[in-house]
Structures are given as C-alpha cells and as structure tokens.
C-alpha cells in the first residue's frame, strides 16, 4: 500500500492496520513510502497493489491509463497552507515560490485553487516546485528554496513552533478530496475479491476514527508524533473532513474533474466511471 509520507491523510489505513481489520480480512498489509509521481506507473508494474493518493491518479485515468479510484475517506483536503513569517494572505503570494509534491499533485492543486480564489493567476503570479512530502516541503521552507506550501495539517504543532505563518485552512477555502485507495483496473478484473476485504477493513477503520476518539488521539499522538495539546484540534479537522459512504462527495469530485478537464484542455466534461469504481463502497452499507 503505497502512500507519500506518513500523514493525517492516510489514517484510516494505520488505524486499520493497529487495530486488526486488515489481519481480520486475511490480509497482511505492508505501507511503503513512494514518491508521488511514480505511484501510477508502480500499480501498473504490480510494485503497489493500491495507491492512498488517489486523487493523484484522477489525471492518469482520463489520460488512458488503467486505473480507477475505489475508495475515498475525506471529502476535504486537511493541510494548511503554511508560510515564511512575514507572509500572512494569499495575496502576498505573488511573485513568491511555493513548494508541492508533485506538478498536478493534491498540493499543486490545492494551492492553485486558494491562488485562484484570491485572485491571482497559479500559472502567472507564483511559481511551484515540486519537492516531495511534507516533511521534505518543511524543510525546503525552513532553508529558503520555497516562500510557501500546502502541509498536512498534522505539521501545525510543528509549524507554530517554528513562527512559520499558518495562512489558511484549505479546507475552508476549497471542496476536494484527500486520500483514498486507487488500484489497476487489472486487479479490479482479476482479484475483486481482495479489494473487497481491503475496502471493507478500512472502512472500519473510516468508521472507529470517527466513533472511537479518545483511541484514535492516542494512535494519532504516536503515528503523527503530536503532542497532547494538539492532537484534539487535529482530530476535529479530520472528523469534520470524512465521507459518509467511503466514496467521494460530487461537490469535491466534480470540482476534481473540473480541474482536470482544464489542465487537460478537454472540450468534453469527464464521466466519474473514467476515474473511479464504486462498486465495492456500495457493498458497505451493512458496516456503519
């Protein structure tokens, strides 16, 4: 299962993996770090069975390439956009660099997106730089190679130690998704069956985040190495953030495809089916 970095993004699968659902399913799970641009082409040579930066293969779908998203778990992004001390807006943005994963990654767009928003031009007034996961983003931060990026906002205790400046909350400023598992289209055809169980273990996951708090803020505390003063305030982001049918809200995936239809330069709007398969979230009806 292959993610970016350890982050809020990917909880429900830790906390599938810490409490036995995946082991419950007959499923031995191994989380390995992969960088962001490369996850598509690992689901197709079979080096990653699934994918937990779906959005990340929205693109890859529409293009041609096989492979769909089949679960989602929030339905709004959760990182801050987090800057240098003497930028506090959006607008002081312009002209400035800021550091994302990948170009066409969820970073790269959520930042896009808040740019957009407040007026100024992604393409013209900023310039992006694709530097890895959040920690590597930190760093660049911290060194001076980038003014500005979008954090997990499991990084705000970090941040606010540093005197960095939290900007903005994008969840409250753009509806898109964040996480989720992406497989080949291969493994749909030819081993339905383990995505079945891999989806209905993480949903239990999905399902004792939201009703199991006071376990989850322990898992959290020492997966996402928060401290106690912090961890609440994380958790109410992520709550507030999940889905209620392990698919994706149509506000947040039509926004997605709207997106990805521009960069595209496509004439046509884009089926949902082109990039995601929901008949596996359909069968969680009987685990709430």
């Known amino acids: 299962m292959g993610l970016s970095g350890v982050g809020l993004y990917e ?42 930066v779906a959005s990340t293969t929205a693109v890859a779908s529409v293009q041609g390439l096989p492979v769909k998203t089949v679960m989602g778990w929030f339905d709004r992004p959760l990182h801050m956009l987090v800057a240098r001390p003497q930028i506090k807006t959006i607008a002081d943005l312009k002209g400035k660099r800021i550091a994302v994963s990948a170009l066409g990654s969820p970073p790269h767009i959520l930042a896009s997106e808040a740019l957009r928003k407040s007026g100024l031009n992604p393409d013209k007034d900023a310039t992006f730089l694709a530097l890895g996961g959040s920690s590597d983003r930190l760093t660049g931060l911290m060194g001076g190679t980038v003014d500005a990026t979008p954090l997990d906002i499991a990084y705000i205790e970090k941040t606010e130690q540093l005197g960095l400046s939290n900007v903005v909350y994008l969840g409250d400023v753009v509806d898109l998704r964040l996480g989720g598992l992406a497989v080949a289209t291969e493994k749909i055809e030819k081993n339905p069956d383990q995505i079945r169980r891999v989806v209905r273990a993480t949903w239990k996951g999905i399902v004792f985040l939201r009703n199991n708090k006071q376990e989850t803020l322990l898992i959290m505390q020492d997966y996402l190495k928060l401290s106690p003063t912090h961890v609440d305030r994380v958790y109410q982001y992520a709550v507030k953030s999940l889905t209620d049918d392990g698919a994706v809200a149509k506000v947040s995936l039509d926004n997605e495809l709207r997106l990805v239809k521009e960069r595209l330069r496509l004439k046509e709007d884009i089926p949902v089916d082109k990039v995601a398969d929901w008949r596996f979230t359909k069968e969680l009806s009987t685990i709430r």
């Open 11 to 52: 909880l429900p699968s830790e906390i599938a993996k810490r409490k036995g659902f995946y082991a419950q399913e007959g499923l031995e799970v191994r989380k390995v770090a992969v960088r962001v641009g490369i996850q598509v082409a690992a689901l197709l040579a079979r080096e990653l069975d699934y994918s937990t």
